[in-house]
């Protein structure tokens, strides 16, 4: 059998399951952080194309999209990015928050010679992704000066209790867990594992409604947010054993170190880090994304848009312009198995 035999064979099965199965938009999402797993891509993979442009980024990027729709089957997929000035109304709370983040550092030294070029490379690959994924139908979401993880956060929490949706978010950042629930779990791109109420409980050992408690007393060293001084993730349930029992809040906390003050030091040290506690509280707080409504209507209304169609004369005429096909193969086939679910939801 041919490959025009077996594609026409594939839109007929296609079809035929179309008409047997119907899916709504909001069913199952999938929420992407897409720098985050841009740039895991763009360490990870040293691919040039035939020109000796770096494609590493933005072909493994693709790749993963297809394998993260693959393994989660959504009904709708969005990929968000940061907006300019992302981080600015988390700085004005902690001007220190994700300082000097890898400035020099390079990603990989095989391909680039200097921070300068390196960076270059995934500002070209990431412009360049835009065109691809204006494509496919996925929605893209970004706004000037909001973070990410507030946009998926809103997102998640609005779909969920909205439209009863069954969302899935996929980065490689912990920040997401606090989220967790029946309707919303996350998986982990790093390691390819899926995190749910029962999972982050086995392995942090606290309730996921006391995730943001775990975060803001311990800290994030990626984000320059240092928790309380001495208190790391190994000596926490020690100090607050109730994080795995019961929902607690941030008085909760407070209230529990004025009981046990005598008790050790370490209540003292929460104590009179309180305020700056309570500061790390408000930065970490997706359950509280920093958006404003004007900003929320705008995700709504995104949210309430059809779904894109699948442009695959667009995308492959892009895909061989920039040779994806050292890392995408047999890209047809590709677009059409992997968007099939995509191009048959109901408005």
């Known amino acids: 059998m041919g490959k025009q035999d077996y594609l026409k064979l594939l839109d007929e099965m296609t079809l035929e399951h179309e008409k047997e199965t119907s899916y709504n938009k909001n069913d199952r999402i999938l929420l992407v952080d897409g720098l985050n797993l841009f740039l895991r891509n763009f360490a ?13 980024g933005l072909g493994g990027f693709l790749r993963s999209l297809g394998g993260l729709i693959n393994i989660t089957q959504p009904t709708s997929v969005y990929v968000v990015f940061d907006g300019v ?26 391909i680039f010679e200097n921070k300068s070029t390196e960076v270059g490379a995934q500002v070209d690959q990431i412009s360049r992704l835009i065109y691809y994924l204006q494509c496919l139908p996925v929605k893209i979401l970004s706004l000037d ?51 749910t109420e029962e999972k982050i409980q086995e392995r942090f050992g606290v309730l996921t409604e006391n995730f943001i408690l775990f975060k803001t007393l311990v800290g994030d060293n990626s984000d320059k947010i240092p928790g309380v001084k001495g208190m790391g993730e190994g000596k926490l349930l020690k100090f607050f054993p109730e994080l795995a029992e019961q929902e ?49 209507t705008y995700i709504v209304d995104t949210i309430n848009e059809d779904i894109p169609k699948l442009n695959t004369k667009e995308f492959l005429q892009l895909s061989h312009e920039d040779n994806l096909t050292i890392i995408l193969k047999g890209i047809e086939l590709w677009l059409k198995d992997t968007f099939r679910i995509l191009n048959s939801v109901k408005k």
């Open 85 to 110: 000035g992302s981080s600015t109304n988390r700085k004005n709370l902690l001007p220190e928050y994700k300082s000097k983040r890898n400035v020099n550092k390079i990603t990989n030294w095989d």
């Open 145 to 195: 000066k909001v973070e990410a993880d507030d946009i998926i956060a809103f997102m998640a929490t609005h779909l969920s209790e909205t439209y009863d949706s069954q969302v899935f978010i996929a980065s490689n950042d912990k920040d997401f867990f606090q989220l967790i629930n029946s309707n919303i779990t996350v998986y982990k791109t790093g390691e390819k594992v899926f995190y």
């Open 44 to 56: 990870v993979l040293n691919h040039v194309n035939q020109n000796n442009a770096h494609i590493g």
């Open 248 to 296: 607690l809040t941030l008085e909760d906390i407070f209230s529990i170190s004025e009981a046990k003050l005598k008790e050790n030091k370490m209540y003292a040290k929460v104590l009179h880090s309180f305020d700056d506690v309570r500061n790390f509280h408000r930065l970490m707080d997706l359950k509280n994304p920093l958006i404003d409504d004007n900003e929320k």
